[in-house]
């Protein structure tokens, strides 16, 4: 299994960015994803999930209406669109796919600041 996340960067307040995480060693359609993040000196949280059919899984609260996941399962991906990003959204994101024991991929920053 591999997951492989990419998109993060420095965005100012305000800005966007999308995340993606590409799956592979595993049959993508068959299984839920989700993300979770990191801040430094924080424990890692659930951010949200989606199901193998595309149901949306238990959006964090502060993300709410800001944050929206979506998976291509032709393309064995998982996206993450933030937007009206807050400095509060620094964080590592991870992406993860639970197969008897979660799984993790390397992480990708995300840095909100002016």
């Known amino acids: 299994v591999q997951l492989v996340e990419s998109g993060g960067g420095l965005v100012q307040p305000g800005g966007s960015l999308r995340l993606s995480c590409a799956a592979s060693g595993f049959t993508f359609s068959n299984y839920g994803m989700r993300w979770y993040r990191q801040a430094p000196g924080k424990e890692r949280e659930s951010v949200v999930g989606?199901?193998?059919?595309?149901?949306?899984?238990n959006y964090l609260d502060s993300v709410k209406g800001r944050f929206t996941i979506s998976r291509d399962n032709a393309k064995n991906t998982v996206y993450l669109q933030m937007n009206s990003l807050k400095p509060e959204d620094t964080a590592v994101y991870y992406c993860?796919?639970?197969?008897?024991?979660?799984?993790w991929g390397q992480g990708t920053q995300v840095t909100v600041s002016s």
């Open positions: 993860s796919v639970h197969k008897g024991v979660r799984l």
């Open positions: 989606i199901s193998s059919a595309g149901g949306i899984l």
